[in-house]
């Protein structure tokens, strides 16, 4: 995802793993899609086993709802844009806690489905704003309910997390802003937002909510229209959190 790259300076994680000089043996990377991000890893960390293909390199089929049978622990556990994939999230950061080695770190790297407009250019009845809304309800009904990324961190304490970090960016939903890099972002968070949108919202659509495929693909073309609307000046909240798990 270069919205991703592009907020963190061109680094693949903010938590100290992800630092050159930081050397590890066992990575998970959870929901890993095309697998990028973790082939990625496997080239700057020749030294590492994550989980054309690196041959430090594995790819495994797992449910991340069962309970997780690894041989041995890993020292780095990273996960991104997993919201309304997770069923239980304080739950899933269990299982990440109790699968680190001490001394490990888990990183949840998290967008908001809710968009923000500090100038109130953005209102509830926006087409946009309703799409968020239809996601989260249909989520819910199919068990996988949309999480606050800002509850993220504290349930990283519960299960037993320490040295929590949280960072937040904004990611503008079009070229609106005025500074270089924020229209740079907003560039590509759009675009990647315009890929996602027929293929992440027609299942939620009408499997949760009973939808027909027009009367999903009829909203979406309003949808689009926010999107691209300059006037709309909205943005996603990005939240990226790691911690480390205690050593005895």
Avoid: C
């Avoid at 027609?202 to 979406?220: H, I, K, Q, Y």
């Amino acid at each position: 995802m270069p919205s991703m790259t592009v907020s963190m300076l061109n680094r693949l994680g903010l938590s100290p793993p992800n630092l050159p000089e930081h050397k590890v043996k066992r990575v998970l990377d959870l929901g890993t899609g095309t697998g990028i991000w973790v082939m990625d890893f496997g080239d700057e960390h020749p030294e590492a086993k994550p989980s054309s293909v690196p041959p430090n390199v594995q790819f495994l089929i797992d449910d991340i709802d069962d309970d997780w049978h690894y041989s041995e622990p890993f020292d780095y556990i990273h996960s991104r844009m997993m919201n309304f994939s997770v069923a239980n999230w304080a739950d899933y950061l269990r299982k990440g806690f109790e699968n680190l080695a001490p001394g490990g770190y888990m990183e949840v790297q998290e967008i908001d489905a809710f968009h923000v407009s500090d100038d109130g250019t953005l209102a509830k009845d926006h087409a946009l704003s309703r799409w968020s809304d239809h996601l989260r309800d249909a989520a819910g009904k199919l068990d996988r309910p949309y999480e606050k990324t800002g509850n993220l961190k504290g349930f990283m304490a519960e299960v037993g997390f320490t040295d929590i970090n949280e960072t937040l960016f904004r990611w503008p939903i079009n070229t609106w802003p005025k500074d270089k890099k924020f229209k740079e972002l907003g560039a590509w968070h759009n675009e990647n937002t315009a890929s996602f949108l027929e293929a992440g919202t027609l299942a939620p659509l009408t499997r949760g909510l009973g939808w027909s495929v027009d009367e999903v693909r009829t909203f979406l073309s309003e949808v689009r229209k926010d999107l691209n609307n300059p006037k709309i000046h909205a943005y996603s909240p990005i939240r990226v959190v790691y911690g480390r798990k205690p050593e005895p």
